[in-house]
């Protein structure tokens, strides 16, 4: 049994190895942007393809995960404990839109620009069909749509470290989205 939302394939996540996890998502680009001789600040078109992540995952508690046989490179499946956030727009306090990575079932939820909250539907393949009714035709225009990803990563770095007197094990996993 976990103590936490986070589920990786491979090493795990042991009881008592997760107190106060943190996992944050960064763009893995290499460059989006250049200057020109004039010095104005272009964006350089990325195919949607290459829109990837990085996930960094920090933690420290009684347990360290079961990094022993991991290395550099490994696949790993996260399903996530942070939400990603996606744009769709309400007409009659409904929306529908296809996500942009799988959704644990159950995870998702909506806040319309009024700060109204719904649960959203996820449905279709890995769960990407992402629909939300507020219940309320009056409401149209943003709102935003949360979610916890699957996501299919590969191992790029992990440390462990154990502070002996307060029998504490912190850890810190960084992953490069497939």
Partial sequence: ?????????????????????????????????????????????????????????????????????LKKGDLVTVTCAAELGEPATLTAGSASITLSRPAVGGSGRAVAAS????????????????????????????????????LSCRVENFSMDRDEWSAASSWLLELREV
């Avoid at 090493?11 to 020109?36: N, T, Y």
């Avoid at 393949?125 to 709102?143: E, P, R, W």
Wanted: proline share 7%; with cysteine.
């Fill in 1 to 69: 049994m976990n103590d936490t939302l986070l589920e990786l394939s491979g090493p795990g996540i042991p009881k008592w190895s997760a107190r106060g996890l943190k996992q944050g998502f960064a763009p893995d680009v290499d460059a989006q942007m250049e200057r020109d001789v004039n010095g104005t600040l272009h964006a350089i078109e990325i195919p949607a393809a290459f829109h990837k992540l990085r996930v960094s995952i920090t933690a420290e508690d009684i347990q360290p995960p079961a990094f022993g046989n």
């Fill in 115 to 150: 700060g109204a909250l719904a649960a959203v539907a996820l449905t279709g393949t890995d769960n990407k069909t992402a629909s939300v009714d507020f219940g309320d035709a009056g409401l149209s225009g943003y709102c935003a749509i949360y979610y916890r990803p699957v």
